[in-house]
């Protein structure tokens, strides 16, 4: 069926490396696309966002990447620090009526000192 | 800054207990969603609710119940809690269905 999906569960990185976290989805019909951080114990932290009339979106050290072609997102972080580590996960709003979004499970990101 | 409060951050009940969860929000917004989050399984929508004294059926709404008495405050209920509603709960909001959802700080039920 169709759903949201992350690439890679884990993701470890040095500090001060570029971040890469990745997300598929196949409802070609969503228009709109989200990536929220999660820190432990904490409600899912609003980060990024999209329409699908654009390819990319630059915010405060994230990019995030539509490739609607082969229906890809990705969430970029620049220069990763500790203060990143968290989960991150994506969601879409592939449902038109009142229903609202479907999130994805989420990649842990890990940065190491 | 939106702000969504969650009455508890913890809460430890015991099986067939009547449990409330409460969510309020300080925008005026009309939509207030609620989910669980278990490991690997994500966020799931249990109820939501569009306006005052409305409200529409999620993904998992067994066992649950809610309440939209004022528009600010949304309401879980759990008639009778059981070892499986044991995770997460988040509060949300939106401005507009399908756009943007904020989130509370998350209540974490032990159902014991």
């Known amino acids: 069926g169709e759903s949201v999906g992350l690439h890679l569960p884990t993701l470890s990185v040095q500090e001060g490396d570029n971040s890469i976290i990745n997300c598929a989805y196949s409802n070609s019909a969503s228009d709109y696309f989200i990536w929220y951080k999660q820190e432990s114990g904490k409600g899912p932290q609003f980060i990024i966002d999209?329409?699908?009339?654009?390819d990319n979106r630059q915010g405060q050290r994230v990019t995030v990447l539509l490739n609607k072609t082969v229906k890809h997102l990705s969430l970029q972080i620049a220069a990763t620090q500790p203060g990143d580590s968290a989960v991150y996960f994506c969601a879409e709003n592939r449902d038109t009526g009142r229903r609202a979004l479907t999130f994805g499970s989420g990649t842990r990101l890990q940065v190491q000192p | 800054d939106v702000k969504v409060t969650q009455s508890s951050r913890y809460l430890v009940k015991r099986t067939g207990e009547k449990v409330f969860l409460e969510c309020v929000q300080d925008?005026?917004?009309?939509?207030m969603f609620w989910y669980r989050q278990d490991p690997g399984l994500g966020l799931r929508l249990i109820y939501f609710?569009?306006?005052?004294?409305?409200?529409e059926k999620g993904d998992i709404p067994e066992g649950y119940s809610v309440s939209r008495e004022k528009k600010e405050r949304f309401s879980l209920i759990l008639e009778s809690a059981s070892t499986n509603q044991t995770s997460m709960y988040l509060c949300?909001?939106?401005?507009?269905?399908?756009?943007?959802?904020?989130f509370g700080p998350g209540t974490r039920l032990l159902v014991l």
């Open positions: 949300a909001i939106d401005t507009r269905f399908g756009e943007t959802q904020y």
């Open positions: 925008m005026d917004h009309e939509n």
């Open positions: 999209i329409r699908s009339n654009m």
């Open positions: 609710s569009y306006d005052v004294k409305m409200k």
